[in-house]
């Protein structure tokens, strides 16, 4: 699978990093989502190259050739290889891929699917990840379940009875230090069987609408709403949208989601957390 990498578009990139040309065999790690994988062959792909690392579990992610990278905890910039390469950079047709940027495989044909789930809060959240991961999620059999919220997430990992072939993640809105959120997840972990079978992770944004990036939707930054107003309805106000009751919020959310189109439309942090939890529940041990 594939996350973004924004760090590679920055223009302060200090002058001391070294050029390594991508070659196989290079260990590396993204800066941006702490994925580490083998580099296994470059290619061209809508328009740029690109790089196709394999990490755990064999599971291979792409990503754009520059800065951002660490070999053997150094940053570096990755460069095209060289004409006399083992990998061209001209290559002649590039895989097919999913949204999340996973090479699409020879079937669509879904996996039975596991016992294992990933809970999300809500609609929104599960129809995010749908669209993103779908293709992805329904090759490894993986169901995603929305919650309607996480203040009962004891009593539904309780109810769940997690163990080594029925695990959960699980991915939570806001999940900073010392929120609410946080001290529901630690509390969720010390259910009977949770320790190495739940997996809680999330995002520090206040509502999964956030880690929709704002260029995407042509703005600079995302409204920012006073304290006591409903956040959603402040959004969309904020945004010059309808926003006088649950409709338009429906509408306004059903025009967020379509102007997702794939992974690098969405801020990492919520990338490298559901790439997380489907390692979790896909990779052995």
Do not use: C
């Not at 755990?56 to 390469?85: D, K, Q």
């Not at 972990?189 to 995407?216: E, T």
């Amino acid at each position: 699978m594939t996350t973004a990498n924004t760090g590679r578009q920055s223009g302060r990139v200090r002058q001391d990093v070294p050029a390594v040309p991508a070659r196989r065999g290079l260990v590396l790690e993204d800066g941006a989502s702490g994925f580490v994988g083998e580099l296994m062959r470059v290619e061209r792909t809508a328009g740029m190259i690109v790089m196709v690392l394999e990490g755990r579990g064999g599971r291979t992610r792409s990503f754009p050739l520059g800065h951002g990278f660490l070999l053997e905890g150094r940053p570096v910039e990755i460069t095209a290889p060289g004409a006399a390469g083992t990998n061209s950079a001209a290559a002649p047709a590039a895989p097919a891929r999913t949204a999340s940027g996973s090479v699409r495989g020879a079937t669509t044909r879904a996996r039975v699917a596991r016992a294992s789930r990933i809970w999300v809060e809500g609609k929104h959240d599960a129809e995010l990840v749908e669209k993103v991961w779908g293709d992805d999620l329904r090759e490894e059999g993986i169901v995603v379940e929305p919650l309607g919220g996480i203040d009962d997430l004891v009593g539904a990992i309780r109810d769940f009875e997690p163990g080594p072939q029925r695990r959960l993640g699980v991915l939570v809105d806001h999940l900073v230090p010392g929120s609410k959120e946080s001290r529901i997840a630690q509390d969720a972990l010390r259910v009977p069987g949770a320790a190495s079978n739940v997996l809680v992770v999330g995002h520090p944004y206040v509502d999964v609408w956030q880690v929709i990036k704002p260029a995407v939707l042509g703005i600079d930054a995302w409204p920012v709403i006073a304290r006591g107003q409903d956040w959603k309805t402040g959004i969309l106000a904020g945004l010059g949208w309808p926003h006088a009751g649950p409709i338009d919020v429906a509408r306004g959310w059903q025009r967020l989601l379509a102007s997702v189109h794939t992974y690098t439309d969405l801020e990492p942090a919520m990338l490298g957390r559901v790439e997380e939890v489907i390692d979790f529940l896909t990779v052995s041990g």
